[in-house]
């Protein structure tokens, strides 16, 4: 990864970007350096950036801080970050854009979705039949979105429930990988047409991608079509179509390519409007292909130029190709009445895989954590009978110095709070053995101060789950020592974080 620094007026880039905490820039642009003096807001900004470091436009991200930037993005079809921490924008409405609100929120954007290198479920070009088919995940793939529950893709975008993970929106994770994925691998064109394969039901499309589409449509800008491809007459469900056969049940819905053919049809109000288009087709999920082909055969005889097939999830590894056979002819505009046998059929396996998983799931590991440390931060005694006062005065009883350890789990857990403190994260701890009053038995009090917080104490298993959710977001593999906490204890403990950096 490089940086590049674009500025109006001429500037020491070195100086500035040292100021910033950031690396020497690999390139710096003034207007000057600008062909005819393009003024920001010109893509001529990051194509001159794209020629001179010998890369692609789709291998670039904008970090910018005004409208001006934002237009620069999109006009060079270059996904845009806006810097919200610096930003010099009064009104941002009519500004859709990913935002951070401080650096760590770009390195967060950059980690789980602008630097991962694409993979898909499946992938296929079809050059000459003008058509590229993206699936991202397979179908029965489960993500974390708690400590200890998940949940499966038809949670989201078949049977529409609203998933949290961590503070995050589980439908607008997917879809930013969707997105990005595409992004980098050339199959998100700047200035193409997004739309969305209309559901069942007469007039209806899938309420989670449209609710997405509507705003990261600028991601490339590109422009949002929802009307642009309509079921005109209801048609089976085919998610219910795809339970039956699952479930070995007999199938009594037609939902074959001619059951498409019937049914839906590109907007009349679009007609001469797609002609040497890139019109981006998003579904949830695909099986044999049937939505897609039948989408791509409405749009290529309605004028555009290629078209792209993204979906969040595929059944099955293999897809079928529909062309039609030579004397059928079809109106883009209406329904039409053509059966299977008016196609030829092609089953094809394309380039298979299992997607993102493993990223996708360290991704919703890292949200999950960022949620409980940000919980945390701002309520240290969540469960307390006391309150958070009384968790800055000690219990009463007799207190003395944590300079020695009674038990391994101790050691154990003081050993990673140095790390943290010294190496990872900014808090401040010390330890405490207490005898509470009346009592004869020791109490371990662990007094943490987290970022912008003064200390609290938390007893042993508080201390252990803050440290374990600070791990899980600094990308540490770490463990606490399961009870009574000996030698024997500590050993186990060891050999599965041993396991786990093995894995």
């Given at each position: 990864?490089?940086?590049?620094?674009?500025?109006?007026?001429?500037?020491?880039?070195?100086?500035?970007?040292a100021?910033?905490?950031?690396?020497?820039?690999?390139?710096?642009?003034?207007?000057?350096?600008i062909?005819?003096?393009?003024?920001r807001?010109?893509?001529?900004?990051?194509?001159?950036v794209?020629?001179?470091?010998?890369?692609?436009?789709?291998?670039?991200?904008?970090?910018?801080?005004?409208?001006?930037?934002?237009?620069?993005?999109?006009?060079?079809g270059?996904?845009?970050?806006?810097?919200?921490?610096?930003?010099?924008?009064?009104?941002?409405?009519?500004m859709?854009?990913?935002?951070?609100?401080?650096?760590d929120?770009?390195?967060?954007?950059?980690?789980?979705?602008?630097?991962?290198?694409?993979?898909?479920?499946f992938?296929?070009?079809?050059t000459?039949?003008?058509?590229?088919?993206?699936?991202?995940?397979?179908?029965?793939?489960?993500?974390p979105h708690?400590?200890?529950r998940?949940?499966?893709?038809?949670?989201?975008?078949?049977?529409?429930r609203?998933?949290?993970i961590?503070n995050?929106?589980?439908?607008?994770?997917?879809?930013?990988?969707?997105?990005?994925?595409?992004?980098?691998?050339?199959?998100?064109?700047?200035?193409?047409?997004?739309c969305?394969?209309?559901?069942?039901n007469?007039?209806?499309?899938?309420a989670?991608?449209?609710?997405?589409?509507?705003?990261?449509?600028?991601?490339?800008g590109?422009?949002?079509?929802e009307d642009?491809?309509?079921?005109?007459?209801?048609?089976?469900?085919?998610?219910i179509?795809?339970?039956k056969?699952?479930?070995?049940e007999?199938?009594?819905?037609?939902?074959?390519?001619?059951?498409q053919?019937?049914?839906?049809?590109?907007?009349?109000?679009?007609?001469?409007k797609?002609?040497?288009?890139t019109?981006v087709v998003?579904?949830?999920?695909?099986?044999?292909?049937?939505?897609?082909?039948?989408a791509?055969?409405?749009?290529?005889n309605?004028?555009?130029?290629?078209v792209i097939?993204?979906?969040?999830?595929k059944?099955?590894?293999?897809?079928t190709?529909?062309?039609?056979?030579?004397?059928?002819?079809?109106?883009?505009?209406?329904?039409?009445?053509?059966?299977?046998?008016?196609f030829?059929?092609?089953?094809?396996?394309?380039?298979?895989?299992?997607?993102?998983t493993?990223s996708?799931?360290?991704?919703?590991?890292?949200?999950?954590?960022?949620?409980?440390?940000?919980?945390?931060?701002?309520?240290?005694?969540a469960?307390?009978?006391?309150?958070?006062?009384?968790?800055?005065?000690?219990?009463?009883g007799?207190?003395?110095?944590?300079?020695?350890?009674?038990?391994?789990?101790?050691r154990?857990?003081?050993?990673?709070?140095?790390?943290l403190?010294?190496?990872?994260?900014?808090?401040?701890?010390?330890?405490?053995?207490?005898?509470?009053?009346?009592?004869?038995t020791?109490?371990?009090?662990?007094?943490?101060?987290?970022?912008g917080?003064?200390?609290?104490?938390?007893?042993?298993?508080?201390?252990?789950?803050?440290?374990?959710?600070?791990c899980?977001?600094?990308?540490?593999?770490?463990e606490?020592?399961?009870a009574?906490?000996?030698?024997?204890?500590?050993?186990?403990?060891?050999?599965?974080?041993?396991?786990?950096?093995?894995?």
């Open positions: 990864m490089a940086f590049v620094l674009l500025s109006t007026d001429p500037m020491e880039a070195d100086a500035a970007m100021a910033a905490g950031l690396p020497t820039p690999a390139l710096h642009l003034s207007l000057d350096d062909p005819d003096n393009k003024k807001g010109s893509g001529v900004w990051l194509q001159e794209a020629q001179r470091l010998k890369l692609r436009t789709n291998q670039l991200l904008l970090v910018g801080t005004t409208r001006w930037d934002w237009l620069t993005g999109i006009n060079a270059v996904a845009y970050i806006h810097a919200n921490w610096a930003s010099q924008v009064r009104d941002a409405k009519r859709d854009a990913l935002s951070a609100s401080d650096p929120g770009v390195a967060e954007l950059l980690e789980h979705f602008f630097l991962p290198e694409p993979h898909w479920t992938a296929e070009d079809s000459g039949r003008a058509m590229r088919i993206r699936s991202l995940l397979p179908p029965n793939v489960r993500f708690a400590a200890d998940t949940f499966e893709l038809q949670d989201v975008f078949t049977r529409g609203t998933i949290t961590g995050q929106d589980a439908r607008d994770i997917l879809m930013l990988r969707l997105l990005s994925s595409a992004y980098l691998d050339g199959t998100l064109p700047g200035r193409s047409l997004f969305v394969y209309p559901s069942s007469v007039g209806k499309v899938s989670q991608l449209a609710g997405f589409l509507e705003k990261a449509k600028v991601m490339v590109s422009y949002y079509k642009l491809l309509e079921r005109a007459i209801a048609a089976p469900d085919t998610s179509e795809r339970v056969r699952n479930r070995g007999a199938r009594t819905a037609d939902i074959s390519i001619a059951a053919t019937r049914t839906v049809r590109i907007n009349p109000r679009h007609r001469g797609l002609d040497g288009k019109v998003f579904d949830d999920f695909t099986t044999e292909g049937t939505s897609i082909e039948w791509r055969a409405l749009l290529l309605a004028g555009a130029a290629e097939a993204l979906t969040v999830g059944y099955g590894s293999r897809h190709r529909y062309d039609l056979r030579a004397g059928a002819a079809i109106n883009p505009f209406d329904v039409n009445n053509l059966t299977a046998a008016d030829l059929q092609t089953t094809c396996a394309g380039r298979t895989g299992q997607g993102p493993a996708l799931t360290a991704a919703a590991k890292h949200f999950i954590a960022a949620a409980e440390l940000q919980t945390a931060a701002q309520s240290p005694l469960g307390s009978e006391n309150g958070q006062e009384a968790r800055l005065q000690p219990p009463a007799r207190r003395s110095p944590m300079t020695a350890y009674k038990i391994a789990r101790q154990h857990l003081a050993d990673m709070l140095t790390h403190q010294q190496r990872a994260y900014p808090l401040v701890w010390r330890g405490e053995y207490l005898i509470p009053a009346g009592r004869t020791t109490t371990a009090l662990w007094w943490i101060a987290l970022p917080q003064v200390e609290h104490w938390y007893d042993t298993g508080e201390a252990e789950r803050l440290v374990s959710g600070i899980l977001a600094a990308g540490i593999i770490w606490p020592v399961a009574p906490g000996g030698a024997s204890q500590l050993a186990e403990a060891l050999a599965r974080m041993g396991q786990r950096r093995d894995a």
